[in-house]
Nanobody
């Protein structure tokens, strides 16, 4: 019943920006900590950012200062604003309820010239 649909990925040049969205349904969204994760080719999935029900955000060191996670509890949506993108950011990006081990389709982000 939990549904998480990521969108907003695409091809962007180094230094560019992208805004990812995650539309959530099937659970009490406003009470859950939400996270953005990514998986690069040949690598394990990593948590890049999470935001608590109260709006407190946390980031992995490699994206801190460049990415911003936010949420709109009236729309049951989580966002990831990605600025100053680097080729190392290339990955499939997923959103999820923090701690949940079930995954959707994700959205592809490719940073390349």
């Amino acid at each position: 019943q939990v549904q998480l649909v990521e969108s907003g990925g695409g091809l962007v040049q180094p230094g560019g920006s992208l805004r990812l969205s995650c539309a959530a349904s099937g659970f009490w969204f406003s009470t859950n900590t939400m996270g953005w994760y990514r998986q690069a080719p040949g690598k394990q999935r990593e948590l890049v950012a999470f935001i608590t029900s109260g709006g407190s955000a946390n980031y992995v060191d490699s994206v801190r200062g460049r990415f911003a996670i936010s949420r709109d509890n009236t729309e049951d949506t989580v966002y990831l604003q990605m600025n100053s993108l680097k080729p190392e950011d290339t990955a499939v990006y997923y959103c999820n309820i923090y701690g949940r081990d079930s995954w959707g389709q994700g959205t592809q982000v490719t940073v390349s010239s």
